[in-house]
């Protein structure tokens, strides 16, 4: 009898909610229905039901806190810190009692940190649906860690330092970053400067002072999709998430100027293929319906596919590089960040001809950008971009191929403006491209003013 009751209040509750609540809905690019509702405190709550992913849900959590965030000197990398700290959750108690319930459940467990957010995506069965929501409201409402499990994270994420140390893409980041951003958050990377990482052990109160300023309602978003009903997840989210106290965070100051153009040389101690990379800083932060957002999705394939002018030159005509590059995840930022070209040099031609190489293939990559102030002039100018706005379209669909992918690839975009039409404003935008935006993008951001260029080679002290 007890337990009857017990049910009726739920069922009640789940009904009171639903008739009070204000469900939102969208459909158009995106290939599912869209559901949201917004909590009092501000966390923003989307359900993605995917049915044919029978039995699988994807229970997502993206805090907008990252490498950006870090602004006072000398406390950088906590953002990353905490990813850690949030899997040592002592749920009810108990030392690594989240991470053994987890494991019980057979969820898949990650999360990562990247410069304007940390994102926290595990992956279960529909029937762990409870079990899971209520490990990950605690977590997040309730952290419980002492400084003992933070000081063993600390020097956890020292030695996933020393490990990344041997990458010399890692350090070539940590040059350009520095170069284009300075002091500003976007000035190092995700896992911080090498001296604050070895003083994290330190900072304990620093530490919980960043997670209480940005682990809040209102600046974190929940997506869950799979095999999954929008008022269920909504009645439980309210239920376990309603006493999540929201607050605004600390304001965060402006971008510096390039003040370019800028360059260093990395003397590396292993002799490895020499590097170069070019960047310029983006004219304006992500705004998915915007025309310059657009043509940064674009620049990857108009410089760096295999029928791309700059490719041809690097990789058949003069043969020099292994390897050429360009991303366009960070140039999807809060606030404008980086356009990089990278080029890999073949060692071989390098060992032979010398330093010269170096500054041929940045020249031939900043020649590669300068060549899209001209881009009309391509006889195939018009037949190219129109190819190109078909195949983002194809690409775009192509990733929303799983729960997890979906909910990844919708959050990207949805967090800077949180709107559910995000992709339809995307691809509109997309669709507006011209040839003539596409030079007039190349003539206002490829300029020397706005420019960094970071090379590495072996032994070389020299800078270049």
């Known amino acids: 009898m007890k337990r009857n009751v017990c049910t009726l209040l739920i069922v009640f509750s789940v009904l009171a909610f639903n008739a009070t609540a204000e469900t939102e809905t ?15 405190n501000g966390l923003d709550v989307l359900v993605i039901p995917m049915p044919e992913f029978k039995d699988v849900l994807s229970y997502n959590t993206l805090v907008n806190a990252g490498a950006r965030n870090e602004i006072e000197k000398g406390k950088s990398g906590l953002a990353h810190l905490f990813e850690h700290i949030l899997f040592r959750h002592r749920w009810e108690g108990e030392l690594n009692g989240y ?11 990650n999360a990562y940190t990247w410069f304007d957010i940390t994102y926290y995506h595990p992956v279960t069965f529909k029937q762990n649906l409870r079990e899971l929501a209520e490990l ?15 000081k063993t994270e600390a020097g956890a994420v020292m030695g996933e330092y020393r490990n990344g140390a041997a990458n010399p893409g890692r350090r070539m980041g940590e040059v350009l970053s520095g170069l284009m951003y300075g002091d500003h958050g976007y000035g190092h990377t995700t896992i911080g400067f090498l001296e604050d990482v070895e003083d994290m052990p330190n900072e304990f109160e620093a530490a919980l002072a960043f997670h209480d300023n940005y682990y ?3 600046n974190c978003i929940m997506l869950v999709t799979g095999d999954v009903e929008p008022n269920e997840i909504f009645a439980l989210v309210r239920e376990l ?39 310029h800083r983006a004219p304006e932060r992500c705004r998915p319906g915007s025309v310059a957002t657009a043509i940064g999705m674009m620049l990857p394939e108009l410089l760096t596919s ?31 960040g980086p356009i990089t070209v990278s080029a890999t040099l073949f060692k071989d031609k390098f060992d032979a001809t010398g330093d010269a190489m170096i500054d041929e293939v940045a020249s031939d990559i900043v020649a590669g950008l300068d060549d899209l102030k001209n881009f009309s002039a391509r006889e195939d ?9 078909k195949k983002l379209r194809y690409d775009m669909l192509a990733e929303f191929d799983s729960p997890a992918n979906a909910a990844e690839n919708f959050y990207w975009f949805y967090r800077f403006d949180r709107d559910l039409g995000v992709f339809d404003e995307l691809v509109a935008a997309i669709d507006a491209v011209t040839v003539e935006d596409i030079e007039t993008f190349a003539k206002d951001v490829f300029v020397p003013s706005n420019r960094v260029i970071v090379t590495m080679s072996h032994g070389n002290e020299e800078a270049r």
């Open 306 to 336: 295999e029928t791309a002018p700059l490719y041809q030159t690097l990789r058949s005509k003069k043969q020099s590089c292994s390897d050429v590059g360009a991303g366009s995840a960070e140039f999807q930022s809060f606030e404008s």
């Open 26 to 40: 969208h459909d158009g690019f995106f290939p599912y229905t869209l559901y949201r509702q917004t909590l009092e």
């Open 241 to 279: 998430y309603s006493d999540w106290e929201p607050k605004d965070g600390p304001v965060l100051p402006a971008l510096p100027a390039v003040s370019g153009p800028k360059r260093e040389h990395v003397s590396w101690d292993v002799d490895v293929p020499p590097r170069v990379e070019v960047a």
């Open 381 to 389: 100018a018009q037949s190219t971009l129109s190819a190109l706005k």
């Open 136 to 150: 990950e409201a605690d977590r997040f409402i309730r952290l419980d860690f002492s400084e003992k499990i933070f």
């Open 216 to 218: 809040r309602p209102n």
């Open 99 to 109: 991470d053994t319930a987890m494991g019980e459940m057979g969820a898949f467990n």
